[in-house]
């Protein structure tokens, strides 16, 4: 079972709209909690970094939240663009790096 | 500055054979790991290396293996292709490791197995 689950899978939403992604992990030690984005063809792009003590990250238009006690994570994407259309990848950060199977969001116009 | 240079970017071979891909990382960065990607098993960590040193290693077998130089360029090596090689390859540079400095990924190199 993978350690960092995501989801939806995928998601598709209309241009302007709002949407947040979900990460659970179950991994431990929790060193840091990383949002990438991936559009195809490339390699991924960080997003935010969050670490424990952080509850709350804003990048833009991105903002990533973290409950290290649910250990739970969440990407919230405002005001949605064509070009926000990506998967987006959650990392958890132990003694090694863990990946979640990433969502896939397609936004249209 | 320059970003994290992947070359080839793709590549195809045959079951059985070997092949070697390179990683430049970004000018001062210290640090390589790389990493693969399937459909089916996504973003999967393969080994990390800094100052010339393997400091991490994933759940891979020995088939894959990986060395960086005095510049911190990194060569991987993948022996003995099997088709479930077929993948896109990607290495990320950060100042000082991956757990606790900024990683900046490459596009990636292709690799298909035949």
């Known amino acids: 079972k993978n350690q960092v689950e995501q989801s939806p899978q995928s998601l598709i939403i209309l241009e302007g709209k709002n949407c947040t992604l979900q990460?659970?992990?179950?991994?431990?030690?929790?060193?840091?909690l990383r949002w990438y984005k991936q559009d195809t063809g490339r390699g991924p792009v960080s997003l935010t970094i969050?670490?424990?003590?952080?509850n709350t990250k804003s990048n833009g238009r991105y903002t990533a939240t973290l409950d290290a006690d649910t250990k739970q994570s969440s990407l919230h994407i405002t005001a949605s663009q064509l070009s926000d259309s990506a998967s987006y990848i959650c990392v958890v950060h132990s003694n090694d790096m863990r990946f979640g199977a990433g969502t896939r969001l397609t936004v249209k116009p | 500055k320059a970003g994290v240079t992947q070359t080839p970017r793709y590549l195809i071979k045959t079951r059985g054979q070997q092949v070697t891909l390179s990683c430049s990382p970004i000018s001062g960065h210290r640090s390589v790991s790389w990493y693969q990607q399937t459909p089916g098993q996504g973003l999967q960590f393969l080994f990390e290396y800094f100052s010339e040193t393997q400091r991490n290693k994933g759940n891979f077998p020995g088939r894959f293996s990986g060395r960086q130089f005095s510049n911190s360029r990194s060569e991987m090596n993948v022996s003995t292709l099997e088709l479930g090689d077929s993948a896109l390859y990607l290495c990320?540079?950060?100042?000082?490791?991956?757990?606790?400095?900024?990683?900046?990924f490459g596009q990636g190199t292709r690799l298909t197995v035949v």
């Open positions: 990320a540079s950060s100042l000082a490791g991956t757990m606790n400095t900024e990683a900046f």
């Open positions: 990460c659970n992990y179950t991994v431990s030690p929790f060193s840091n």
């Open positions: 969050m670490t424990f003590s952080e």
